[in-house]
């Protein structure tokens, strides 16, 4: 048997009745194959009456003359009719394949009959499906069941096409609706292609467990919804906050930028429902509210009291007499801002009395006038507008002042409960007596130098703010370890402290001389020398020379020493840079100070504007702007006397070299701290007295009475004729400018250009 009688390869005829149609009338287009039980649509009858109808009609008021094709095309419409007829009989005599499906279920034998024959034609695309068992067909408890995926005996899935994973999108795009022979030609090509592997859970392929210890895992431990009432309470928390009902503010409406230029943000707010003026709220931010009960805010003002007037009264240059009437009025001020809260304005006009002190001088008696009065009343206005902005200012500053003594405080109790047999004088002697920041910032430098390691195991270290300087622990580690090893035995055998030197400086009780040991510094360095930290006597006498100049610079003692002495005898010099030669001229700003040498700092002080031009040349880098001490060389023989022994001897003499030469070390790192302190405060001290100045002069000119023409009644609004050389330079243009008693310029002229103006108004 061969293949060619599985085809039939004889092409159908059709019959001359196809092709008779009408010439431009298009063929019969197919009809879809309906199923049967189908209502048959004759639609297309009524549309070839309607045409029929429609030619009828138009024959009876059209004159046709050819009378023989209208007949002729009326047969062929009969036989096409009849054609069409005959053909939907046959379609609806076929039986679809849901009618031979019934027909299987009710008699088997046709159902086996069918599938015999379809078996002679389909034998080449067998494939795999003869290797398979026949799937059982679902029942009527399976029909709307979700699961396709069910699987058999074996184990192995049926229905869809097995895969390794499902397929989330699998059913997400509908396939288009393919004829007969094409849907059976590719179920019949999906069928040929090798099975894929079956479903494989990806929790038991990461696990490695079978079901059953899957099982067991998930009774013990759960599947991870246990808390999910907790979320859903959560979720609904943050549902309710979120809400409709939640009102609607400012800031979910604007930009933050805009409620802060339009003062509308919540630090605003807090501002304004604040019954304490805006002014003292912002300044005082950074500090903390002062919780004090009737005592203490009594001591504190007090003591702030006697700090301000302590800065007020060198300026003031007051008598004696004057002095303390001027500390109650300073404490009167005090407790205006501080507890009543009110403005300095406020104070100046409406508590002008307690800023005047009236002091009664008895008189000699008048024997012609009996009557005459015996005290006279000498009344001193004591603070200005000028002071009452100062003791602002001194205000905020001492505030700063006691948060740091406060924190200080706090750190050196910390080192005291932690080494209760620790009793440095330093602390005692030095806290009390501090008005100055430089000066708790000296102590606070020589806290974290000479008790690092303890200060390490408190949490206070950590919690030190407002000032504090953070170190870096490296450098402290490096002195610990000095201060641990055999170097500060040599340091020991210098025979005088730091501190005790700065008291000798000082002149602060008795006088403390130094004691020489019974060994030179080289041969002590020999002995003490262990290969473990140092190889050899020079590295260890340079350790030691670098802790005791180190102790000498983080003197608290040592650095207002300096500090005065800076302070009392300093002097500027200015140096001109390699830039500054070239840019400075005769005629630039900066010439006054090119060659500027020795000014001292009062000189500085009466002309702030000159020292802040200095420092803004220093800036652009054209001059170097250097402080020191006038005598500086007869300064620094006084603290070689109060270090060096003396003794005579050669032994003397090698230990007083190495003094000297420890001394020059501590002095140049003192200078570099000092100086740079000094200029900042003396910066500071400028701009405030320039700021001063142009307060006044601004407070001047407004504070004047209306001009007072002569010969006219007081009130009358003169007219007014204004001259204006410019800023006085050659090149500036002369202008005047005539104005009316209403403020109207009526004519105006530039002198240089011979330009005028002349403006009416009706």
């Known amino acids: 048997m061969t293949t060619a009688n599985l085809f039939d390869l004889d092409a159908e005829l059709g019959t001359d009745e196809d092709e008779d149609f009408e010439e431009g009338e298009e063929a019969p287009r197919p009809r879809k194959q309906k199923a049967p039980g189908n209502i048959d649509d004759s639609s297309e009858e009524e549309e070839d009456d309607d045409e029929e109808a429609e030619r009828e009609i138009r024959e009876g008021f059209i004159v046709d003359e050819d009378e023989e094709d209208d007949g002729e095309r009326r047969e062929r419409r009969r036989e096409r009719k009849k054609r069409r007829r005959e053909e939907r009989e046959a379609e609806d005599a076929l039986l679809d394949e849901e009618d031979l499906d019934l027909i299987g279920e009710t008699h088997p ?13 389909k034998r080449l695309k067998r494939g795999h499906r003869e290797d398979r068992d026949r799937n059982e067909a679902r029942g009527i408890d399976d029909i709307f069941s979700d699961d396709e995926e069910m699987a058999d005996a074996d184990g192995r899935a049926y229905g869809r096409e097995p895969r390794a994973y499902a397929d989330e999108f699998a059913d997400f795009i509908e396939e288009d609706e393919f004829p007969d022979e094409e849907r059976e030609a590719m179920r019949d090509a999906a069928e040929v292609r090798r099975p894929g592997r079956g479903f494989v859970d990806p929790l038991r392929m990461q696990s490695g467990l079978d079901e059953s210890a899957q099982e067991d895992m998930m009774a013990a431990f759960g599947d991870g919804t246990e808390y999910d009432w907790a979320l859903q309470l959560q979720e609904e928390g943050d549902e309710n906050q979120d809400g409709l009902d939640k009102p609607l503010e400012l800031k979910d409406v604007f930009e933050p930028s805009q409620l802060q230029d339009r003062m509308l943000t ?286 000498l610079a983080q003197s608290p003692r040592m650095r207002k020493l300096l500090r005065q002495n800076f302070y009392m005898d300093g002097v500027f010099d200015c140096f001109r840079t390699e830039k500054g030669l070239r840019r400075i001229d005769e005629e630039h700003p900066y010439y006054e100070f090119k060659y500027l040498r020795g000014k001292d700092l009062r000189s500085i002080v009466s002309k702030p504007e000159l020292f802040l031009r200095m420092l803004k040349a220093e800036d ?80 001047n000119k407004l504070d004047q009475a209306p001009y007072k023409p002569r010969g006219m009644v007081l009130g009358t609004t003169p007219r007014v004729l204004a001259l204006s050389n410019g800023a006085g330079k050659r090149n500036d243009a002369i202008c005047w400018a005539y104005v009316d008693e209403n403020g109207r310029v009526l004519e105006h002229e530039d002198a240089s250009k011979g330009v005028g103006y002349r403006i009416d108004f009706l």
């Open 266 to 551: 919540e630090a605003d707010n807090i501002i304004r429902n604040t019954d304490v003026p805006e002014r003292y709220q912002l300044a005082r931010q950074p500090f903390k509210e002062m919780n004090l009960s009737d005592e203490e805010m009594t001591a504190r003002m007090q003591e702030e009291t006697h700090w301000i007037s302590n800065f007020l009264l060198p300026k003031k240059r007051l008598d004696r007499d004057l002095v303390e009437p001027f500390r109650e009025v300073v404490g009167h001020v005090l407790r205006f801002m501080n507890v009543e809260e009110l403005e300095i304005p406020f104070i100046l006009h409406n508590r002008k009395d307690y800023l005047i002190h009236e002091e009664r001088v008895p008189l000699s008696p008048n024997q012609n006038d009996p009557d005459a009065p015996q005290h006279e009343i000498k009344a001193s206005r004591l603070l200005q507008n000028s002071d009452l902005w100062e003791i602002y200012e001194l205000d905020l500053k001492y505030r700063a002042f006691v948060e740091k003594r406060e924190a200080l405080s706090r750190s050196i109790e910390s080192i005291r409960d932690s080494m209760p047999d620790s009793n440095d004088d330093i602390f005692n002697d030095m806290i009390p007596v501090a008005v100055t920041m430089e000066e708790l910032q000296d102590v606070q430098d020589y806290l974290h130098f000479q008790y690092a390691a303890q200060l390490k195991d408190t949490t206070v270290y950590d919690q030190e703010t407002n000032g504090t300087q953070k170190r870096a622990r490296g450098t402290r580690n490096i002195w610990d370890k000095v201060r641990a090893g055999q170097a500060y035995h040599m340091v020991r055998a210098f025979g005088i402290s730091a501190d005790a030197l700065a008291q000798n400086a000082l002149k602060l009780g008795t006088r403390q001389y130094t004691e020489d040991p019974a060994e030179r510094p080289d041969d002590m360095a020999d002995k003490l020398v262990d290969g473990s930290e140092y190889s050899n006597s020079q590295q260890l006498l340079a350790a030691a020379k670098a802790m005791f100049a180190e102790e």
């Open 620 to 699: 652009e880098g054209l001059v170097d702007v250097r402080v020191r001490i006038e005598y500086w060389d007869g300064f620094k023989d006084s603290l070689y006397k109060n270090i060096m022994s003396d003794n005579f001897s050669e032994l003397a003499d090698a230990w007083n070299a190495l003094r000297r030469e420890t001394l020059d070390m501590a002095l140049e790192k003192l200078t570099r701290v000092i100086v740079k302190g000094v200029k900042e405060n003396l910066k500071t001290e400028c701009e405030a007295q320039i700021a001063r100045a142009c307060r006044e002069e601004y407070a």
């Open 109 to 121: 034998d046709y159902q086996r009959r069918q599938e015999e024959q379809k078996s002679k034609f």
